[in-house]
């Protein structure tokens, strides 16, 4: 589904809980999180910081915003341990709900805390083949020149299923949280992630050279089984708005004025959307070489949304000559791979610049306080007269010690003021 790259707060994955069982005494526990999170959610700070991203999302940014999502280091600052709840279900709704109270309590960043509870949709999805799955390490494909054995992606969704846990859900958090259904069906669309799935890094790197047409035939079969399931999403009325506090591709939120479309008439469509392409697997391929055999066919895919947000982990400033003339590219990706003041002449003032500092400094063996305050110095310094976001993301451990979170938002927070005086 989501796989590692999941929402901070995360939407999703509830309706891969097996046991649905919420026993009353759990009930009582989620409601008290609830009653938290809505006590949170209606500060005045939730506000402004909801204008704030509103005004970055439009290229009106006033200062620079900031966000820190430990992504595998919740476990170690929420570990199941602590839990209070046992089933299934009642154990990952209390995990989101803690996680918002950390936001919104300790963390210090400018995420919004949102009066909401989400759920998502009960669904099946195949994938392109037989073999080709988002957790089989082995290639899938391994005749390029036959494709008979691919077939496009399909989702199945359990309206009944869906039905049952929205209504546990509002029967939970009754006079708590307002429960809303909302899915987020995809992480990227970059098609290579899918690519790489299907053939293998290594095969791919050498079918570059000894089967480019081929290639060629594998990366048109992707873009129009992407458009296919695009279409398939807005027919049956799957897709859900993401202009609110909805975590887009790499880094940053959706809030926005510019979304939905002007003629949205209640049923979101691909052009009411946000979206994110990126091609981090084939960063080794040369500028010359991802235009050829990539942007060539997202670019039909992309013209299909809103807005775009545009890279993950690639150096985009290598190839942002290729993508400064697509027109919907709101929010690009600035990775510690990129050349940043490359890419702030670049963008200006007329893109989001997403900052992804190293990830490195919290979860080095020591926290860093003076390497941390460096490297915003730098963020900051290069990215002069950018609607800057910084996004601190992307480590895998931050030892055990939440308050290296805490203490970078701090310190992100008063060099931008210092910068910003």
Same mark, same amino acid.
């Given at each position: 589904?989501?796989?590692?790259?999941?929402?901070?707060? +995360?939407?999703?994955?509830?309706?891969?809980?097996?046991?649905?069982?919420?026993?009353?005494?759990?009930?009582?526990?989620?409601?008290?999180?609830?009653?938290?999170?809505?006590?949170?959610?209606?500060?005045?700070?939730?506000?402004?910081?909801?204008?704030?991203?509103?005004?970055?999302?439009?290229?009106?940014?006033?200062?620079?915003?900031?966000?820190?999502?430990?992504?595998?280091?919740?476990?170690?600052?929420?570990?199941?341990?602590?839990?209070?709840?046992?089933?299934?279900?009642?154990?990952?709704?209390?995990?989101?709900?803690?996680?918002?109270?950390?936001?919104?309590?300790?963390?210090?960043?400018?995420?919004?805390?949102?009066?909401?509870?989400?759920?998502?949709?009960?669904?099946?999805?195949?994938? &392109?083949?037989?073999?080709?799955?988002?957790?089989?390490?082995?290639?899938?494909?391994?005749?390029? +020149?036959?494709?008979?054995?691919?077939?496009?992606?399909?989702?199945?969704?359990?309206?009944?299923?869906?039905?049952?846990?929205?209504?546990?859900?509002?029967?939970?958090?009754?006079?708590?949280?307002?429960?809303?259904?909302?899915?987020?069906?995809?992480?990227?669309?970059?098609?290579?992630?899918?690519?790489?799935?299907?053939?293998?890094?290594?095969?791919?790197?050498?079918?570059?050279?000894?089967?480019?047409?081929?290639?060629?035939?594998?990366?048109?079969?992707?873009?129009?089984?992407?458009?296919?399931?695009?279409?398939?999403?807005? +027919?049956?009325?799957?897709?859900?708005?993401?202009?609110?506090?909805?975590?887009?591709?790499?880094?940053?939120?959706?809030?926005?004025?510019?979304?939905?479309?002007?003629?949205?008439?209640?049923?979101?469509?691909?052009?009411?959307?946000?979206?994110?392409?990126?091609?981090?697997?084939?960063?080794?391929?040369?500028?010359?070489?991802?235009?050829?055999?990539?942007?060539?066919?997202?670019?039909?895919?992309?013209?299909?949304?809103?807005?775009?947000?545009?890279?993950?982990?690639?150096?985009?400033?290598?190839?942002?000559?290729?993508?400064?003339?697509?027109?919907?590219?709101?929010?690009?990706?600035?990775?510690?791979?990129?050349?940043?003041?490359?890419?702030?002449?670049?963008?200006?003032?007329?893109?989001?610049?997403?900052?992804?500092?190293?990830?490195?400094?919290?979860?080095? +063996?020591?926290?860093?306080?003076?390497?941390?305050?460096?490297?915003?110095?730098?963020?900051?310094?290069?990215?002069?007269?950018?609607?800057?976001?910084?996004?601190?993301?992307?480590?895998?451990?931050?030892?055990?010690?939440?308050?290296?979170?805490?203490? &970078?938002?701090?310190?992100?927070?008063?060099?931008?003021?210092?910068?910003?005086?």
């Amino acid at each position: 589904m989501n796989d590692h790259h999941d929402q901070p707060g +995360n939407v999703a994955l509830d309706t891969h809980v097996a046991d649905l069982t919420i026993t009353p005494t759990e009930r009582e526990v989620l409601r008290k999180l609830g009653e938290r999170v809505m006590a949170l959610s209606t500060r005045q700070i939730e506000a402004e910081k909801k204008v704030l991203w509103t005004r970055q999302n439009t290229l009106q940014a006033s200062r620079p915003l900031i966000l820190c999502d430990p992504e595998f280091s919740w476990r170690e600052i929420i570990p199941d341990s602590s839990l209070e709840c046992t089933h299934g279900l009642a154990r990952h709704w209390e995990h989101r709900l803690r996680k918002e109270i950390f936001w919104g309590e300790k963390m210090g960043d400018d995420r919004v805390v949102e009066s909401r509870f989400t759920v998502g949709w009960v669904y099946k999805r195949t994938f &392109w083949g037989p073999d080709a799955s988002s957790v089989n390490p082995q290639p899938a494909l391994r005749d390029l +020149n036959d494709l008979s054995g691919l077939q496009f992606q399909t989702i199945t969704v359990d309206r009944d299923a869906t039905t049952a846990i929205v209504h546990l859900a509002r029967e939970v958090f009754d006079r708590v949280l307002p429960v809303k259904l909302r899915e987020q069906w995809y992480w990227s669309l970059g098609l290579t992630r899918e690519l790489i799935k299907l053939r293998g890094f290594a095969q791919f790197l050498k079918d570059v050279k000894e089967n480019p047409q081929g290639l060629h035939n594998l990366m048109a079969f992707l873009r129009d089984g992407t458009l296919d399931l695009i279409t398939f999403l807005e +027919n049956a009325g799957l897709y859900s708005l993401n202009n609110e506090g909805d975590y887009i591709g790499s880094g940053g939120f959706g809030w926005t004025t510019q979304l939905p479309a002007k003629d949205y008439q209640g049923t979101a469509r691909a052009k009411d959307l946000w979206v994110l392409f990126e091609s981090q697997d084939t960063k080794g391929l040369t500028p010359e070489l991802f235009d050829e055999f990539v942007l060539q066919y997202q670019k039909p895919v992309m013209a299909r949304f809103g807005l775009v947000c545009y890279g993950c982990c690639e150096p985009i400033s290598e190839r942002w000559h290729l993508l400064k003339g697509i027109p919907n590219i709101r929010r690009v990706s600035v990775s510690p791979t990129c050349d940043r003041a490359k890419m702030a002449a670049a963008l200006q003032d007329k893109y989001v610049y997403s900052c992804r500092p190293n990830p490195a400094i919290l979860q080095a +063996n020591v926290f860093d306080e003076s390497a941390a305050c460096k490297d915003i110095r730098d963020i900051l310094e290069k990215a002069r007269g950018c609607n800057l976001e910084i996004i601190m993301k992307d480590h895998d451990t931050i030892h055990n010690d939440p308050s290296r979170a805490i203490a &970078w938002c701090k310190i992100a927070k008063e060099e931008i003021a210092r910068y910003y005086k």
